[in-house]
C-alpha cells in the first residue's frame, strides 16, 4: 500500500525540497501540496491523504486551525497530521497537538527521519518522539501548572478506564511502546494494543499522542512526577 502525502508549507523551496524526498521512496507519494492551511483541508479532502506534513505557522488559516478543521471532519478520520516546526520547542507544538496532531518533527529532522514519521504516523502505531514530545507536554502544563486546565478534561474524565487501561495510560504518557509496556506489565503486545485501542476509544482520541495530552491535561499524570 502507497502512503498518500499532502505537503503544507507557505516556502515553495521547501515543499519541492520534500516533494523529492518522499516520492524518491517506492512505499509513498506526494498527492499534492498547500501554501496554506485552509488549502491543505481542501486538497487533504480531494487527494485522500493518508498523512499531511503540516507547517503551523501559514499565512491566512494556520497549520494548527487546519490541523482543527481535519481532526473534526469524520470523512477525514484516518488522515494523520505531523506537525513540521522550526523549533521543537515551539510553543504552538502543544496546541498541534490539542488540534488532533499525531505529532511533530523539526524541520532540521535527517531525511531518514522525516520518511520514518511518516511511515509510523500511517500505521498509527506510536507517537512521534515520544519522549520529545512528552517532554514538551510535561514542560508547557508545568508552567500553567499541574492538572487539569481550563479547556481539558479533569480526573473524572478517567473514570470510564478500568484500573489497567488507567495504568496503560500512564506508560504511554512517559513514552513506552507496546513492547516496553509489555515487559513492564508482563503481558504480550497484543493485549497493550488492545488496552490503549479501548482507552483511544473511551477518551474519544485519534491516537497516542492525544493520549498523552490527556493523561497530562486531566491530572492522571503530573510534571515532574
Known amino acids: 500500500m502507497t502512503i498518500r502525502v499532502v505537503l503544507a508549507d507557505d516556502q515553495a523551496l521547501l515543499r519541492s525540497a520534500f516533494r523529492v524526498l518522499v516520492d524518491s521512496e517506492a512505499d509513498m507519494e506526494v498527492v499534492g501540496e498547500a501554501s496554506d492551511g485552509a488549502e491543505a483541508v481542501t486538497v487533504t479532502r480531494e487527494q485522500g491523504a493518508d498523512v499531511v506534513l503540516m507547517d503551523i505557522r501559514m499565512p491566512g488559516t494556520d497549520g494548527i486551525a487546519a490541523t482543527r478543521e481535519i481532526g473534526a471532519d469524520p470523512t477525514l478520520s484516518e488522515v494523520k497530521v505531523v506537525i513540521l516546526t522550526t523549533f521543537e520547542q515551539d510553543e504552538y507544538v502543544l496546541q498541534s497537538l490539542r488540534a488532533?496532531?499525531?505529532?511533530?518533527?523539526?524541520k532540521g529532522a535527517e531525511p531518514s527521519e522525516l520518511l520514518a514519521?511518516?511511515?509510523?504516523?500511517?500505521?498509527?502505531e506510536a507517537l512521534l518522539s515520544p519522549s520529545a514530545t512528552k517532554g514538551l507536554i510535561t514542560k508547557f502544563l508545568a508552567q500553567g501548572g499541574t492538572g487539569a486546565g481550563p479547556d481539558g478534561p479533569g480526573i473524572e474524565a478517567m473514570d470510564v478506564l478500568t484500573v489497567r487501561e488507567r495504568e496503560v495510560l500512564v506508560l504511554v504518557a512517559?513514552?513506552?511502546?507496546?513492547?516496553?509496556?509489555?515487559k513492564r506489565l508482563a503481558v504480550s503486545p497484543l493485549t497493550v494494543k488492545t488496552h490503549v485501542n479501548r482507552t483511544m476509544s473511551k477518551l474519544h482520541a485519534r491516537d497516542r499522542a492525544q493520549l498523552v495530552v490527556a493523561a497530562y491535561e486531566s491530572g492522571l499524570v503530573r510534571p515532574g512526577v
Open 117 to 124: 514519521a511518516i511511515r509510523i504516523a500511517a500505521q498509527g
Open 174 to 182: 512517559a513514552g513506552l511502546s507496546n513492547d516496553e509496556i509489555a
Open 100 to 106: 488532533g496532531a499525531s505529532g511533530f518533527l523539526g
